[in-house]
Nanobody
Framework: VQLQASGGGLVQAGGSLRLSCAASGRAYSTYAMAWFRQAPGKEREFVAALDYIGSNTNYADSVKGRFTISRDNVKNTVVLQMNSLKPEDTAVYYC?????????????????WGQGTQVTVSS
């Protein structure tokens, strides 16, 4: 599976962005998908995940109620809708995939990774 993330940009605090991760390859619908992020000088951290069935989600406490992860198995994409953005959400966002996985927050469980997309939230 190859992953291509897009949709990042510059937005003011309180605004919204929609990140997309397009997957190529067979059996996309059998992969759990997740988003992680890494801010300058900080370790990569979990943001949100969706299991391979698409019925279970998992969110970091810092984004609960503001971010929503969803998938479109026809278009082979996973979307991260980010609302009420804060300056502390500024980071490079990465999508990741694991075969037949749960909505795990553990990055080591994800085998496939896309390139990052920069999200910058100004105050």
């Amino acid at each position: 599976v190859q992953l291509q993330a897009s949709g990042g940009g510059l937005v003011q605090a309180g605004g919204s962005l929609r990140l997309s991760c397009a997957a190529s390859g067979r059996a996309y619908s059998t992969y759990a998908m997740a988003w992680f992020r890494q801010a300058p000088g900080k370790e990569r951290e979990f943001v949100a995940a969706l299991d391979y069935i698409g019925s279970n989600t998992n969110y970091a406490d810092s984004v609960k109620g503001r971010f929503t992860i969803s998938r479109d198995n026809v278009k082979n994409t996973v979307v991260l809708q980010m609302n009420s953005l804060k300056p502390e959400d500024t980071a490079v966002y990465y999508c990741a995939a694991q075969s037949l996985g749960a909505a795990s927050s553990d990055s080591i469980r994800y085998y496939y990774w896309g390139q990052g997309t920069q999200v910058t939230v100004s105050s």
